[in-house]
């Protein structure tokens, strides 16, 4: 982890400004998805709910879908995760996952994520993590910490310290 900049907390104690852990950012990662993935239980329910549950048929072994309804559903799915982190970074800059982890997101100033740089960042996190990871492994090569997808959309994120309450 790397000292950056120096940051005045709410008792007036210079406190170092550190960047979040790989680890850290992995953990805060799964806490979110079992949210996104509750997310998309419920729309799942919802668009059985609206086109009934016989579109799937069973041929030679294998469940044939309707083509337009799954990428109507693959649609919504990747509208629903991105809406869910963008939302969050632009608003208070933390996630559930990442409340719980004391970690924030915040762009390169120190300010809240803007719209461009938050979908920036979620399409970029994608190829990042199913690349064998390398662009979180950039974290220990960058000079500052940052994964490779933070550089590249103008973001950070930090290790927030014990004393801080996200609410």
């Not at 294998?62 to 799915?77: H, K, Q, S, W, Y």
């Not at 960058?142 to 103008?154: R, T």
């Given at each position: ?9 709410a ?7 550190r ?14 998805a079992f ?32 083509p337009?309804l ?8 990747a ?23 004391r ?11 803007s ?7 979620f ?10 990871g ?10 500052n910490?940052?994964?490779l ?19």
């Amino acid at each position: 982890m790397s000292e950056t900049q120096v940051d005045e907390n709410a008792s007036g104690d210079a406190e170092p400004e550190r960047t979040a852990g790989l680890l850290r950012r992995l953990a805060a990662l799964l806490y979110d998805a079992f949210l996104v993935f509750a997310i998309w239980m419920v729309m799942g329910f919802a668009v059985q709910f609206i086109v009934g549950p016989d579109t799937s048929q069973l041929v030679d072994g294998r469940v044939v879908t309707n083509p337009v309804l799954d990428v109507i559903i693959f649609a919504g799915e990747a509208g629903s995760a991105a809406t869910f982190y963008i939302w969050f970074w632009m608003r208070t800059g933390q996630t559930l996952g990442m409340i719980a982890w004391r970690i924030k997101t915040v762009s390169a100033t120190g300010g809240l994520v803007s719209f461009q740089q938050g979908l920036l960042r979620f399409l970029l996190a994608w190829p990042a993590f199913f690349c064998l990871g390398l662009g979180y492994l950039w974290l220990y090569v960058d000079p500052n910490g940052d994964a490779l997808h933070d550089k590249l959309s103008g973001t950070r994120v930090l290790l927030l310290p014990k004393s801080a309450r996200p609410f």
